[in-house]
């Protein structure tokens, strides 16, 4: 079993930063594709960020710029720092983390975290 625990989060106003972490912790051999979800009240959940095993990332137009997401192997656990944040990207962050298995990847989430930016 596999859990992912997410830190960080919080109320800050526009211009400032946050930085979330993601630490996934259990049975693991590796994982592959690590990323960061958001879901604004009243939307879909969707793809902020993205970066896989060796380091490839991938970011939605909105945040480019703004923010980074890495990861730290060793320590199972992937970052996104958020920098010039807009009262646009509060939302809940979800972590997510893709495992092999012999099927497939399978995708573990985090319990998400709350993310508010004032105006």
């Known amino acids: 079993q596999v859990q992912l625990v997410e830190s960080g989060g919080g109320l800050v106003q526009a211009g400032g930063s946050l930085s979330l972490s993601c630490a996934a912790s259990?049975?693991?051999?590796?994982?592959?594709?690590m990323a960061w979800y958001r879901q604004a009240p009243g939307k879909e959940r969707d793809l902020v960020a993205e970066i896989s095993s060796g380091g490839s990332t991938n970011y939605i137009d909105s945040v480019k710029g703004r923010f980074t997401i890495s990861r730290d192997n060793a320590k199972n656990t992937v970052y996104l720092q958020m920098n010039n944040l807009k009262p646009e990207d509060t939302a809940v962050y979800s972590c997510a983390a893709d495992f092999p298995t012999t099927f497939g990847d399978y995708t573990y989430w985090g319990q998400g975290t709350q993310v508010t930016v004032s105006s």
């Open positions: 259990g049975n693991i051999r590796s994982i592959n594709r």
